[in-house]
C-alpha cells in the first residue's frame, strides 16, 4: 500500500461507495457514457493503492462489456501479476489480443478526474494503462490501415503508442 496516501474525505453517496469498494475489492470502476463530447469509457480506481500497479483505462466499448475487461484484467493484478506499456494481452477477450499503453498525464483532467480525486494525496503521480483494441482487421490506432471509424471510438491517450 502506498505510505504517502491519505484517503480524500467523501463528499456524496458515491465516494462512500467507491471507497467502501477499494476497502473491501481493492478496486471500483468509474463507467462513463458516451455523450456528444465523446465516447464511453471505465477505468480502475485502487490498484496503485493496494498494489503499486498502474490503473486501468478502456474507452470506446459497451461498459458492461468495459468492466467485465477491467474486472478480469485486475483480477490477474490481484493474483500477482504485472503489466507494462506495450504489453499484448490475449486473455481478456476471446480471439482478441489488446494492447496495453501508457496514458500520458496531460490527460487525466479530462478522463481520470475520480482518480484525480482518489489520489490528490499522491497528485497525478499515479500509472494509467490504456486497454488498446484493435479494428476488424486486427490493427491497432496507431497502424495507417487501421479503420478510421473505430479511431473516432477509441482515441488513444498515450505520449508516443
Not at 463530447?37 to 480506481?45: A, D, I, L, R
Request: charged content about 25%; hydrophobic content about 40%; glycine content about 4%.
Amino acid at each position: 500500500m502506498l505510505t504517502n496516501f491519505k484517503w480524500p474525505e467523501p463528499q456524496d453517496d458515491s465516494d462512500h461507495k467507491l471507497i467502501r469498494d477499494v476497502i473491501e475489492h481493492k478496486c471500483h470502476l468509474i463507467a462513463i457514457p458516451a455523450d456528444e463530447h465523446g465516447p464511453g469509457y471505465v477505468f480502475s480506481v485502487g490498484l496503485y493503492l493496494h498494489f503499486r500497479h498502474p490503473e486501468f483505462l478502456l474507452i470506446g466499448l459497451d461498459y458492461k462489456v468495459a468492466c467485465t475487461a477491467i474486472n478480469d484484467i485486475s483480477a490477474l493484478v490481484q493474483q500477482g501479476r504485472r503489466f507494462r506499456h506495450r504489453d499484448i494481452l490475449d486473455e481478456i477477450f476471446k480471439n482478441v489480443s489488446v494492447m496495453l499503453v501508457d496514458v500520458h498525464s496531460k490527460f487525466y483532467r479530462e478522463f481520470l478526474g475520480t482518480a484525480l480525486w482518489f489520489y490528490r494525496s499522491v497528485g497525478d503521480d499515479f500509472p494509467v494503462l490504456q486497454i488498446v483494441w484493435p479494428d476488424k482487421q486486427g490493427r491497432f490506432p496507431w497502424d495507417s490501415d487501421f479503420d478510421e471509424r473505430a479511431r473516432d471510438i477509441q482515441p488513444v491517450l498515450a505520449a508516443v503508442a
